[in-house]
């Protein structure tokens, strides 16, 4: 790990603090839990975007499609 610096205000440090008290957690677990989520968010909102710029090619392309007749059917190798 590697420590860094942020400057909170008084009231979210209070409010992360009382977060950590009722979670029993200290005040570096709990923000780097939260630090996690928002990242793993950001993450799906950008593959999210990506797979949305995509959703027309892959509805109306022919050589996207042409393998969709074996949806559903079971692979054997």
Known sequence: ?????????????????KIAKQEKRNFSELV??????????HQKSVLAAAAQALLIDYTK???????????????HA
Request: no cysteine; proline share 2%.
């Open 61 to 75: 392309d022919e050589d996207l499609l042409a393998f969709t007749v074996l949806d559903g059917e079971d692979f």
């Open 1 to 17: 790990m590697e420590r860094v610096q942020i400057l909170l205000d008084p009231e979210q440090k209070r409010i992360l603090n």
């Open 32 to 41: 780097r839990k939260m630090l996690d989520e928002q990242i793993a968010n």
